[in-house]
Each structure stands twice: as structure tokens, then as C-alpha cells.
């Protein structure tokens, strides 16, 4: 069994804070890091397990609180990732946000406003299914707002995913890089699957049109945006079940990172008498 530890997945698929990013230089399918897929599915249940248990060490705790941050095309895999990684993982303690369209009330305010009403509170694991960096994604893209305020979000972000970890919360970026060839097989599955065609929107065939404007977007957020606060990994997504493995070493690393322990009571158990 060939399970890699963690600090190679992240030197693997990590963006170098500070470096010149290029996200055509990085593969949709790798298998670098696990070459065998039955590898990687028992790292994921193992990693699972795992997390499950370190997530309730912090809940106990109630000190730091962790974020998870999913952001990729359509079918790239952000729904699955939560199923998969967090598959042994109990509701305590768990918050989830998906960020779609955002509202009027949201829309008459900064646009940070909503994400930061988002961040797991102490004690808790968050996880963003899209995030603030739909920003400088889909509203640079579409272009929903001026040029001159995209290039001011990027330090704008650094500066907020800053004052987080400086308050406490530890944040795991993921960028699932899912491949245009394979996108267009997953579409075609939700047109012809019962169980997926609710997931179809016909607005995701306008995003595939624009496809090389969003890489660019996308290859932008991720280069001025990986800090070494909060840094960018980008994850092969086009195999579902090595892009589950990899995000899960990435998520028990950063609860590792932690050093958790059980808290101890201000008590001994064995001067109580329950009777």
C-alpha cells in the first residue's frame, strides 16, 4: 500500500506563495501522488475516520475553527468532496455554505459582507462550496463589476483571509481543476441520470463557452491570491476518487496541524459516584 504522507501532497499541489502560476502547467488527471485508485480509496476512509475525530477535539475545544474552501467549475466535484471527505463526519460542529447568486439585501452591501457572516464560528469546520472568490471569478468574467474593482479585490481578499487566521481560523483553499474534456462527460451524465439531471442548469453551458476567460480568471485569483497565510492548492479533479483522497490529507493536516488533544476537566472522574 503506497499512501503518501502529508506534507508531500501539499508540496505537490500546492501554488507557491509568491511565484508566477501558470494553470495550464498543472494536469486535471495525476497520478503522481496515488498511482493505485484503491490506494487512494483507503487513505480517503482512514483520513475520514480521522478527521471525524479531530473535528470533535476541536469542537471540545473551542478555540480555533477550521475552513474548507471548495472553488471550481461546474462537475467539478465540490458536492462529492463534501460527501467523500466528511463521509464519517457527525453534524456537531459541522457548518456548510454553498454561495449561489448572491441577494438584493447582499447585493446592497460590501461584498464580503455575506462571506464573512459565513466563517465558522470557534470550535467548528466550515466549508465553502464556491466562496468570496466568486468575486473575482464569474463577476470578473461576466463583467459584473469594473475592472479597476476586480484588481482591488485580490489585495482585499488577502487582507480578509488574513485577519482570519489571525483570529483563529485555519483555511484550506482548493482549487479542483476538473479538465474541459471531462466537464463536457459529466454535462452529458446529469442530461441522461435521473439522480443528477436535477444538478443541470442550462447557465453552465454559457460558462463552457467561456471557458479559456475563466481559466484566466481562475489562473489570476490563484497566483495573486495564494499567501502564505492562506495558500492555493490546486487539485487534479478529473479522477473523483484520487481528487477525494488528496483534499482529505489536506483537510487532516490542517486539523493535525493543531496539535488537539482531549481538554481535561477541572475535576477527577473517580470523585463522583453516579450510583
Not at 470533535?56 to 471550481?72: E, F, I, N, P, T
Not at 466528511?86 to 459541522?94: E, H, K, S, V
Request: overall charge negative.
Amino acid at each position: 500500500m503506497n499512501i503518501p504522507d502529508i506534507a508531500h501532497v501539499r508540496e505537490h499541489l500546492i501554488a507557491k506563495p509568491g511565484e508566477p502560476f501558470s494553470l495550464a502547467a498543472r494536469p486535471t488527471r495525476d497520478e503522481a501522488i496515488f498511482d493505485d485508485k484503491e490506494d487512494a480509496k483507503t487513505s480517503l476512509k482512514k483520513d475520514a475516520a480521522v478527521i471525524n475525530e479531530l473535528k470533535d477535539m476541536l469542537y471540545a475545544h473551542k478555540k480555533q475553527s477550521v475552513l474548507v474552501v471548495l472553488q471550481g467549475m461546474d462537475t467539478s466535484g465540490k458536492s462529492g468532496t463534501i460527501r467523500n471527505v466528511f463521509a464519517d463526519t457527525t453534524p456537531l460542529g459541522m457548518e456548510v455554505k454553498a454561495f449561489k447568486a448572491p441577494s438584493k439585501n447582499e447585493l446592497a452591501r460590501d461584498y464580503l459582507w455575506r462571506v464573512h457572516n459565513a466563517v465558522p464560528k470557534k470550535g467548528h469546520v466550515g466549508i465553502f462550496d464556491r466562496s468570496h472568490y466568486e468575486d473575482v471569478l464569474v463577476v470578473k468574467v461576466r463583467g459584473f463589476a469594473s475592472p479597476e474593482d476586480i484588481e482591488q479585490r485580490y489585495d482585499q481578499i488577502n487582507a480578509f483571509e488574513k485577519h482570519m487566521t489571525q483570529n483563529g481560523v485555519v483555511i484550506v483553499k482548493c482549487m479542483l481543476n476538473v479538465g474541459y474534456e471531462e466537464q463536457g462527460v459529466r454535462l452529458a451524465e446529469r442530461l441522461v441520470e435521473p439522480h443528477k439531471l436535477w444538478k443541470f442548469n442550462p447557465a453552465d453551458l454559457d460558462d463552457r463557452r467561456d471557458w479559456d476567460k475563466f481559466m484566466g480568471a481562475y489562473e489570476t485569483a490563484v497566483e495573486r491570491c495564494s499567501t502564505d497565510h492562506a495558500p492555493w492548492y490546486v487539485i487534479p479533479a478529473d479522477s473523483r476518487t484520487r481528487r477525494n483522497a488528496m483534499i482529505a490529507r489536506l483537510v487532516r493536516g490542517a486539523l493535525e496541524d493543531l496539535n488537539l488533544e482531549w481538554p481535561k476537566p477541572g475535576y477527577k472522574p473517580e470523585d463522583f459516584d453516579i450510583g
